[in-house]
């Protein structure tokens, strides 16, 4: 099963949790992240200042966090088709007990 491969080239943070991306099909996302911020991974994000040290992983053109959380390139792409389920999850993780 083949499936486009997405790179990240570059992003912004356009405000609290909210990032621009563009990618390199020369399309661009703007996701607010903070509803998906559960779970063991995802939840240190919600402190802001940790969520601001997103980088890009140059290596394997994605957005990375220094607690190792990042997201597949393609779903960035993609969020609007992965967002519900992806909200569905963290609300998962925040009725799982730690």
Wanted: hydrophobic fraction near 45%.
């Amino acid at each position: 099963m083949n499936h486009p491969i997405y790179r990240v080239q570059r992003f912004e943070i356009t405000a609290p949790y909210t990032l621009r991306i563009w990618f390199d099909d020369l399309s661009e996302q703007v996701i607010n992240f903070l509803p998906v911020l559960a779970g063991e991974m995802y939840r240190p994000l919600r402190d802001e200042a940790v969520f601001n040290q997103v980088a890009l992983d140059l290596e394997v053109k994605t957005l990375v966090w220094p607690n190792g959380a990042d997201f597949d390139p393609a779903t960035l792409h993609d969020w609007p088709q992965h967002v519900s389920g992806l909200m569905a999850r963290a609300q998962r993780w925040e009725l799982t007990p730690a």
